[in-house]
Each structure stands twice: as C-alpha cells, then as structure tokens.
C-alpha cells in the first residue's frame, strides 16, 4: 500500500509559477514511476508528466514541454512538479500517481493516487 499527499497548489495569476509537491509513504517509492496527472471540471483526467523509476527519464504532455519539469526525490520519497508561464487552461485538480510500468501515460496503468491539489490560474 501506498500512500501519496499532494501539496503546493494555489490561486495565481497567468504567467506565474507553482511548484507541486508529491510526498509518499513506504519504502518501495524508488520502484515505480511517478505521473502527475490533471483534471477540469467536467473533462477526464490527463496525463502531465512523468518520471521513470530507473535513471531519471521523463515523459510530457504537449501542451506542458518547455513550460513545466518533473522531478524526484528517492531520499525523500517525493516527487516535483515545477510549472512556470501558467496558463488560465492550466486550471484543474493536479494528482499524482505511483506505477509499476515505466512512463506511462494512461491513468489505467496507475495504481495509487493521491487526494489532488488545486491549481487555479486567473487571466
């Protein structure tokens, strides 16, 4: 079992930055891929980003590449999401998720997720 608590979110305007922060329990952290996905209201969860479990290799969405960089923590059991030039669409509940799999993109492929946190950007 594992659990995982997102933290960071917030209100800002277009243009700014957030840092998201994935904390998870157990020692098996190091073992999984780590995604961050997002959902708006009324649309399905999308994937964001990914990190794999190996050497660091990271996945993104279109829509985030340039704009947002995932990263982790093994020490910390902790995984990052630092997003700069926020955009008003980037409005939605972030979730993390652990995996098995490497760097996968379906939320299917997810086995633990956290509560979410609210990302909300103002234009």
């Known amino acids: 079992q594992v659990q995982l608590v997102e933290s960071g979110g917030g209100l800002v305007q277009a243009g700014a930055s957030l840092r998201l922060s994935c904390a998870a329990s157990g020692r098996a952290f190091r073992r999984y891929s780590m995604g961050w996905f997002r959902q708006a209201p009324g649309k399905e969860r999308e994937f964001v980003s990914a990190?794999?479990?190996?050497?660091?290799?990271?996945r993104y969405a279109e829509f985030v590449k340039g704009r947002f960089t995932i990263s982790r923590d093994n020490a910390k059991n902790t995984v990052y999401l630092q997003m700069n030039s926020l955009k008003p669409e980037d409005t939605a509940v972030y979730y993390c998720g652990t995996s098995s799999g490497v760097l996968p993109s379906s939320a299917r492929l997810y086995d633990y997720w956290g509560q979410g946190t609210q990302v909300t950007v103002s234009s």
């Open positions: 990190i794999d479990q190996n050497d660091g290799t990271t």
